[in-house]
């Protein structure tokens, strides 16, 4: 095996070719649902970067998208994650991991997906 380094521009342009036989990449969710991450997965998409492809996993994952009722849409999904795994779509390696110290006395902090805490909501209670 040879590790190749590049810019992210050009290791992005790189894995979106195809060019790689073992790529690193990286996301955030930026919103608290499965589709999320589990969308990277279906063919066609941009950021799918191994093309991974599965008419299962396609043909649940647009079922869930039509799927109003919450719970069962997150089983749809569930079991369109079990398909990707079961096929080893992706290998995640480690997860971002936030620790925050917060005094019990602050009000207006909220745990996100995203680690992000404006301060114009954040203040201490009297």
Known sequence: MELYN????VHYADIRQGDFDVA?????????DAQNFLSLLESGVSNNY????SPEFDALMSEAANTQDLEERADIMAEAETIA????ATLPIYYY???????????????NI???HRSRWIHFDN
């Open 6 to 9: 590049s810019e992210v521009a």
């Open 24 to 32: 690193r990449a990286g996301w955030i969710g930026d919103y608290n």
């Open 50 to 53: 191994g093309a991974y492809s």
């Open 85 to 88: 795994l079961e096929d080893s």
């Open 97 to 111: 991991v936030s620790r925050n110290l917060v005094s019990p006395d602050l009000s207006g902090w909220e745990t």
């Open 114 to 116: 995203e680690d992000i």
